[in-house]
């Protein structure tokens, strides 16, 4: 019976997992309304956030779980990669409380928990598979053989493709956060309207969106320059041709890390997995190449805390308890987890 916090960014995310039973609780609080009119995170907002709203979603929780916090077993909290103070306040409350109750705290890092999503599905996929792990500050291809042995084999050389989503969206002037805004404004566009570059689509494995990103912006400014304003379609037509970029981009380097690595499961994590139009594409990749697609539900594509819970059973289940100490690490890159002891 684990307890899972997230507080990496701008969600706080708390849930109940039961192993053989699942998720029996999960509630998350998002910040968009505080940072909304930033534009952008702010790190000092978003940690108070946390420190107002964790405790009392932690008693809610418990209670929605019907059990007691002497019935836990452990408590994971992610540890990194995030905002230095946002993470400081949940691996807090875990270690705390984990002290009291004298039970394991679990550092968990925020991408394995993305990774390992798909789990809490049914049928989960089996190991080995491929990993898109695909999100506002990651965009990378891991093969993962189990628990810890993941292999980075394509990443993006600049932004992420959420972070190129969110910056054109930006542009576009729709509102924060950008990326679902614009993927919800190109449903009524025209994905051929602009011809938009696919950025190494025919070379190897990792990506580049810079360059997209700046397309994009000359063409929304070429636009403005001929027009009062841009139309409403227009606008449209700008959002479905960058996102079928995107979508175009990511789906051509699955299928050839699919193919250079011989793997015949694909699982789609992080934040943008939760994109409709990348989900049909990359089904449709799937069905042509005899590769099954997994995805989670989009609830446990965004920020949450029963990833977090999931990852820390795992890796309790599996290895020693984690030393009596909070660890926060605002930078750690996916390729340094280890397997746990015993897997």
Same mark, same amino acid.
């Given at each position: 019976?684990?307890?899972?916090?997230?507080?990496?960014?701008?969600?706080?995310?708390?849930?109940?997992?039961?192993?053989?039973?699942?998720?029996?609780?999960?509630?998350?609080?998002?910040?968009?309304?505080?940072?909304?009119?930033?534009?952008?995170?702010?790190?000092?907002?978003?940690?108070?956030?946390?420190?107002?709203?964790?405790?009392?979603?932690?008693?809610?929780?418990?209670?929605?779980?019907?059990?007691?916090?002497?019935?836990?077993?452990?408590?994971?909290?992610?540890?990194?990669?995030?905002?230095?103070?946002?993470?400081?306040?949940?691996?807090?409350?875990?270690?705390?409380?984990?002290?009291?109750?004298?039970?394991?705290?679990?550092?968990?890092?925020?991408?394995?928990?993305?990774?390992?999503?798909?789990?809490?599905?049914?049928? &989960?996929?089996?190991?080995?598979?491929?990993?898109?792990?695909?999100?506002?500050?990651?965009?990378?291809?891991?093969?993962?053989?189990?628990?810890?042995?993941?292999?980075?084999?394509?990443?993006?050389?600049?932004?992420?493709?959420?972070?190129?989503?969110?910056?054109?969206?930006?542009?576009?002037?729709?509102?924060?956060?950008?990326?679902?805004?614009?993927? &919800?404004?190109?449903?009524?566009?025209?994905?051929?309207?602009?011809?938009?570059?696919?950025?190494?689509?025919?070379?190897?494995?990792?990506?580049?969106?810079?360059?997209?990103?700046?397309?994009?912006?000359?063409?929304?400014?070429?636009?403005?320059?001929?027009?009062?304003?841009?139309?409403?379609?227009?606008?449209?037509?700008?959002?479905?041709?960058?996102?079928?970029?995107?979508?175009?981009?990511?789906?051509?380097?699955?299928?050839?890390?699919?193919?250079?690595?011989?793997?015949?499961?694909?699982?789609?994590?992080?934040?943008?997995?939760?994109?409709? &139009?990348?989900?049909?594409?990359?089904?449709?990749?799937?069905?042509?190449?005899?590769?099954?697609?997994?995805?989670?539900?989009?609830?446990?594509?965004?920020?949450?805390?029963?990833?977090?819970?999931?990852?820390?059973?795992?890796?309790?289940?599996?290895?020693? &308890?984690?030393?009596?100490?909070?660890?926060?690490?605002?930078?750690?890159?996916?390729?340094?987890?280890?397997?746990?002891?015993?897997?």
């Amino acid at each position: 019976m684990i307890l899972g916090i997230e507080t990496s960014c701008d969600e706080t995310g708390v849930a109940v997992y039961a192993q053989g039973r699942g998720i029996l609780a999960d509630e998350l609080a998002s910040q968009t309304g505080i940072h909304a009119p930033y534009g952008g995170v702010v790190p000092e907002l978003a940690s108070r956030d946390h420190i107002a709203k964790l405790a009392p979603m932690v008693e809610s929780v418990l209670g929605s779980a019907g059990i007691a916090l002497a019935e836990l077993d452990g408590i994971a909290y992610t540890a990194g990669p995030g905002l230095i103070g946002a993470l400081m306040v949940g691996g807090s409350l875990a270690g705390a409380l984990a002290l009291g109750l004298r039970i394991p705290a679990i550092p968990v890092h925020h991408m394995e928990g993305h990774l390992l999503a798909s789990m809490l599905e049914s049928p &989960a996929p089996d190991f080995p598979f491929l990993a898109l792990l695909v999100s506002g500050g990651h965009t990378q291809l891991v093969a993962v053989a189990g628990i810890g042995r993941y292999r980075i084999v394509g990443e993006t050389l600049d932004d992420a493709a959420g972070e190129a989503f969110d910056k054109v969206a930006r542009l576009l002037e729709l509102p924060y956060p950008g990326g679902p805004a614009l993927a &919800a404004l190109a449903e009524s566009g025209n994905p051929e309207a602009f011809r938009f570059p696919r950025p190494l689509k025919h070379q190897g494995l990792d990506m580049s969106f810079s360059g997209l990103k700046t397309a994009a912006r000359l063409a929304i400014e070429a636009v403005r320059g001929a027009a009062a304003a841009p139309s409403d379609m227009m606008r449209a037509d700008l959002a479905a041709s960058f996102q079928a970029a995107i979508v175009d981009t990511l789906t051509a380097k699955c299928a050839r890390a699919l193919a250079e690595t011989g793997l015949d499961r694909l699982v789609v994590a992080g934040g943008v997995g939760a994109n409709r &139009a990348l989900r049909a594409a990359l089904s449709r990749c799937g069905a042509e190449n005899g590769v099954r697609v997994h995805y989670p539900r989009p609830a446990l594509c965004t920020d949450n805390g029963a990833m977090i819970a999931y990852a820390g059973a795992c890796r309790l289940e599996q290895g020693p &308890a984690a030393p009596a100490r909070i660890v926060a690490r605002p930078r750690w890159p996916l390729d340094e987890l280890m397997p746990p002891a015993r897997h």
